[in-house]
């Protein structure tokens, strides 16, 4: 059983947007501007996308955006693409000090 | 740019040892903390724990008395040993550097260790 909370399923037409959320506690994801999120295609490794709640690495499209709310964090994927289709998973700090826990991960279908 | 390979032995025996390497190419190695994430089949992503070049390590607390990790950052060699093993540390074993803010922005690609007789 994963520490945080992700549906397991989330879908979109492409253009579309859609929103994905992380829900964790007080002590993850409400306790720390910690908050990342990995995109993972079959057979690859993750790939970061968002990290410390909204920042996005160099090269990750604007397409992408996160944001917390209490002990829940979100991402939204806009301008669906047939690319975005995959696994993603969000992280945050907590549980222990040093400890980087996850979400059971969210399969996103591009219909 | 950055670039981690992971390599070991694809089947291990209960109760045996794994032990993984990845090779790391980062001429800024010792300045980063360096770690160990996995993957069971069809499942999510655990953290296992990460190493810092000064031989500072942090282990996951469910994994923590089985686990081994250590950083030869002139080498660029990172390096796992998880022992008695079982069934249940079958997973794809990643290799990533770690960032202050406890993210990860560069993976190996990842190799996958099954535990069988």
């Known amino acids: 059983q994963s520490a945080l909370t992700q549906p397991p399923s989330a879908s979109g037409s492409p253009g579309q947007s859609v929103t994905i959320s992380c829900t964790g506690t007080?002590?993850?994801?409400?306790?720390?501007?910690?908050v990342s999120w990995y995109q993972q295609h079959p057979d690859k490794a993750p790939k970061l996308i968002i990290y410390e709640v909204t920042k996005r690495p160099s090269g990750v499209p604007d397409r992408f955006s996160g944001s917390k709310s209490g002990n829940t964090a979100s991402l939204t994927v806009s301008g669906l693409q047939d690319e975005d289709e995959g696994d993603y998973y969000c992280?945050?700090?907590?549980?222990?000090?040093?400890?980087?826990?996850f979400g059971g991960g969210t399969k996103l279908t591009v219909l | 740019q950055v670039q981690l390979q992971e390599s070991g032995p694809g089947l291990v025996k209960p109760s045996e040892t794994l032990s993984l390497t990845c090779s790391v190419s980062?001429?800024?190695?010792?300045?980063?903390?360096w770690s160990w994430l996995r993957q069971p089949p069809g499942k999510g992503l655990q953290y296992i724990g990460r190493v810092y070049a000064s031989g500072t390590t942090f282990y996951n607390p469910s994994l923590q008395s089985r686990v081994t990790m250590s950083l030869d950052a002139s080498g660029g060699l990172l390096s796992l040993r998880l022992s008695a093993v079982t069934a249940a540390d079958t997973a794809v074993y990643f290799c990533?550097?770690?960032?202050?803010?406890?993210?990860?922005?560069?993976w190996g690609q990842g190799v996958l260790v099954s535990v069988a007789s």
């Open positions: 980062d001429f800024s190695i010792a300045s980063y903390y």
């Open positions: 007080s002590g993850d994801v409400g306790g720390y501007e910690y």
């Open positions: 992280s945050s700090h907590g549980g222990a000090k040093n400890l980087v826990v």
């Open positions: 990533a550097r770690s960032r202050p803010a406890y993210f990860f922005d560069y």
